[in-house]
């Protein structure tokens, strides 16, 4: 005699262990996650889940109860859920609170002042805010450049890290799939691109970094075109991120420095100096296992918001612990790159990244290799020279060397 399997859900079939599903607390049915509007992921967030026929004579469901975002909370109470760094709770306090201006650290500069000489004069150790993109020989898009003109130039079937800002975690998704959530007018989740890294794509060709970049970067100046080790593809980001999302703070991998050019939209960082005591905390804060309950900002003394409107370019030194909030629709171009006016400080940022241990979506490849080459540069450039007589009677032109005298040979001996 044949038997007849239970349906469920409202599409009334049989139980599917593949796909997830959602017990109602009232009628105790279970039904298909993707037939009621539930995501998987959103699921453990859930208190109390009523089914649409419950919901008429139930109410709807609810969700878990979340601890307030207060740096005074005593944290004694036991039956909450701490807020998560980049949830709506979060997003809603950090655009409600109010920080340091970031008139005091980051330095204005025309595109034209910011020269070779006036970084090796000044020093490269305060961020660099350039208001117009004139003089400062970057290439960018038209303004009626859009998201779906970087899918049509890097590909529909690329495969990016989107990351989910709510839960800051990230996942595999086709850029085609990516753009199609950018323009769809009901978001369930806040969603990001910001490793998208084109120099291998169409995109190429319309995009070039300030020509500072170019004339500091190692990557750019010392990697030889026949080495065995591909070149670090670190110098040229898209960044597409929807309202509110979030990336928690950071120091760039390797230590390298990076530039960003907001195209549409804008951007809000917030910026912390890299004192000794600074870095220490947030090494401490970074190797925590509930970092992403904890704000960093609020364990330092001082934390700058600068905000970067449409147009306009800012550079941050290596060593800069840094978090951005995007408030609006936001295509932006960044790239990351390491030099001769920081090799201290991109040294111990590096450092603290391998003891930290910390897997990153923009990762700085073959950073060691990178010093190595600059040392045969260095070694090629001044071999049977007195290096001292140079550095110390040669005058401001070979100031740049000092810490890389210093620094990157030493580093790379040691590290044999």
Known sequence: MATTAPVYCVCRLPYDVTQFMIECDACKDWFHGSCVGVDEDDAPDIDIYHCPNCEKTHGKSTLKKKKSWNKHDTGQSTDVKPVQNGSQVFIKELRSRTFPSSEDVVVKLTGSQLTMDYLEENCFSEPILVLKKDGLGISMPAPTFYVSDVENYVGPDVAVDVVDVTKQTD????????????????????????????????????????????????????????????????????????????????????????????????????????????????????????????FFADQVDKCYKCTLKQGQTLFIPSGWINAILTPVDCLAFSGHFVHNLSVEMQMRAYEIEKRLKVASLTPFPNFETACWYVGRHLLERFKGKNLHAIVMHSGSRFKKYNNVFKYVPLYCILKQ
């Open 171 to 294: 996942s595999k998704m086709k850029l085609k799939e990516f753009v199609d959530y950018y323009y769809s007018t009901n978001r369930k989740k806040v969603l990001s691109v910001i490793n998208l890294e084109f120099s291998d794509t169409r995109m190429d060709s319309i995009v070039e970094s300030p020509q500072i970049v170019r004339r500091l970067s190692w990557v750019e100046n010392y990697w030889p075109d026949d080495a065995l080790l591909g070149k670090p593809k670190v110098t040229k980001y898209c960044l597409i991120c929807v309202k509110d999302s979030y990336t928690d703070f950071h120091i760039e991998c390797g230590g390298a420095s990076v530039w960003y050019h907001v195209l549409k939209g804008e951007k809000i960082f917030f910026l912390i100096k890299p004192t000794s005591a600074n870095l220490s905390l947030y090494e401490r804060w970074r190797s925590s296992s509930n970092h992403t309950e904890m």
